[in-house]
């Protein structure tokens, strides 16, 4: 803006600076939905299709499961809850989205349900490039990233993972 930078540096510094800009709104996003979910009470409820839900979510990461080439499944009855259907957007979106970002060329991502008394219950399973053993216990702290390199490669915030947590308790389940 002050002329400070040679002509042809421009178009290099305005990608690092749209980039930049990128993730931070993604970093906001997801604190603002860590900040909804933390506070989440007396939530609205209602009729939750899974299998609606679960085949929305799929469709949504095709591209990008294409792009990495992951192949998607689903393994899903028609099962329908009583649940906050954002919050459980917000749960499944984030499980296959850290399944598909963390793969590896070949590999798969499956999605399940299943019944469970009243409640369902979600399987998301993939064969990526795993957690190390030292590392499990830790990734749903905010913020906690295995690989900072690969994960500032791959984008992401350090925030999917807690959000998980945070819905997962807040609907009354466990991850």
Known sequence: AQGMAKPDDVVDFADRIG??????????GDIMRLSQMEEASGQITETVNLKELCEETVD??????KQKEVSMSLHCPQISI?????????LLFNLCDNAVKYNRPGGYVKVQIHREGINGKIVVEDNGIGIAREHQGRIF??????????????????????IVTHVAANLGGEI
């Open 60 to 65: 949504s990461l095709l591209f990008a499961a």
């Open 82 to 90: 009583t649940a906050n259907r954002r919050m459980i957007e917000e």
């Open 141 to 162: 702290e905010r913020f906690y990233r295995v690989d900072k390199g690969r994960s500032r490669k791959i984008g992401g915030t350090g925030l999917g993972l807690s």
């Open 19 to 28: 980039k930049e800009s990128a993730r931070l709104i993604a970093l906001i």
